[in-house]
């Protein structure tokens, strides 16, 4: 079963057309959230780490929340710049490693 | 200069070959990781390291080996390369002392033919 869901696969987007990208998991007593953002042939790059339910971090036209169930990177007024592709990972309770396990991720496309 | 960098970026070879990729850091940190990422897959852990005398397998450790040189130095092996470890593959670091946040290297692009 797996831990990390995202959703959904791909969204293509107008440029200004605010909407959000959704990551669910499975795990309890998370240990920690992470969102980073993808360009096609390079390596994730980090963005955001999220710890509990409640708590939203931002930057630029990002912003991420966080629930007991879901995390949600909002993207508001998104220009073309932002396509890429964005995964979730979460770092279970279980091992005390320090290992995450990533979502599939969400591709997004924002059109002039 | 980037601070994860990875050699060779792209790679082909043929079955039955040995492979080495290396991944080098500036950074300091004292955690490498090695992973995997395939088409509809997602990123998979294959082997980490939180210091030079630790070596731990991950997700998907089958056909791989690893060799952590130097604080600075992480390298994974092929010993027999079979197609589908066609993939790209990522080296990562972290800081426990810094929320333990993964940093990618730029990626190698294998193909196994």
């Known amino acids: 079963e797996d831990q990390v869901t995202q959703s959904p696969e791909a969204l293509r987007l107008q440029e200004g057309e605010s909407s959000s990208l959704n990551c669910s998991y499975t795990?309890?007593?998370?240990?920690?959230l992470f969102w980073y953002r993808q360009d096609p042939g390079k390596g994730p790059e980090f963005l955001f780490t999220l710890y509990s339910a409640g708590e939203e971090k931002e930057k630029e036209r990002l912003k991420a929340t966080l629930t007991k169930k879901e995390s949600f990177l909002h993207i508001t007024a998104p220009k073309p710049e932002d396509s890429a592709t964005y995964l979730c990972?979460?770092?279970?309770?279980?091992?005390?490693?320090?290992?995450?396990?990533f979502g599939k991720g969400t591709m997004l496309l924002v059109s002039p | 200069d980037a601070d994860v960098t990875q050699t060779p970026r792209n790679r082909i070879t043929k079955t039955g070959k040995r492979i080495m990729l290396e991944c080098s850091q500036t950074k300091g940190h004292d955690r490498m990781y090695w992973y995997r990422q395939d088409p509809g897959l997602g990123l998979r852990l294959i082997y980490y390291s939180f210091d030079v005398k630790d070596i731990n397998k991950g997700e998907i450790s089958d056909g791989y080996s690893v060799s952590r040189q130097a604080q600075a130095k992480f390298s994974l092996s092929l010993e027999s390369a079979i197609p589908n470890q066609t993939a790209l593959y990522f080296c990562?670091?972290?800081?426990?002392?810094?929320?333990?946040?993964?940093?990618f290297g730029p990626g190698t692009r294998l193909t196994v033919l």
């Open positions: 795990v309890s007593g998370l240990r920690g």
């Open positions: 990972a979460v770092r279970p309770p279980n091992s005390g490693y320090s290992t995450l396990t």
């Open positions: 990562a670091t972290s800081d426990p002392t810094r929320a333990d946040t993964q940093y």
